[in-house]
Nanobody, 128 residues
Framework: QVQLVESGGGWVQAGGSLRLSCAAS????????MGWFRQAPGKEREFVAT???????????EYADSVKGRFTISRDNAKNTVYLQMNNLKPEDSAVYYC??????????????????WGQGTQVTVSS
């Protein structure tokens, strides 16, 4: 059974940083996209970032415009884990952050419907 377990959420003041981790078990996603989405109260879940294997040691990352330059996604395939480093956090970044993994290899997607596996979510709260 595939499981994605997030950690690292919490409370931080505006301008601060947090690092989210997502450990996958049950199968490897080394050649598949792993990403982060978020959902704020009263809003739909939205794309944040994704990272995909590009062959060899190359990985491609994509980001939502709202987080470009502030968030960095990375992965450690040996640990089957993806990370999201969040810097210069803003109150509007407050949300439940979800880790997701695509069951189809060699595909890059910002669409949540393309992701087959989801974590339970971790709360990030940024105070002003």
């Amino acid at each position: 059974q595939v499981q994605l377990v997030e950690s690292g959420g919490g409370w931080v003041q505006a301008g601060g940083s947090l690092r989210l981790s997502c450990a996958a078990s049950g199968r490897t996603f080394s050649r598949s996209a792993m990403g982060w989405f978020r959902q704020a109260p009263g809003k739909e879940r939205e794309f944040v970032a994704t990272i995909t294997w590009g062959g060899g040691s190359t990985y491609y990352a994509e980001y939502a415009d709202s987080v470009k330059g502030r968030f960095t996604i990375s992965r450690d395939n040996a640990k089957n884990t993806v990370y999201l480093q969040m810097n210069n956090l803003k109150p509007e970044d407050s949300a439940v952050y979800y880790c997701a993994a695509d069951g189809t290899p060699f595909r890059t997607s910002v669409t949540q419907d393309d992701y087959n596996y989801w974590g339970q979510g971790t709360q990030v709260t940024v105070s002003s």
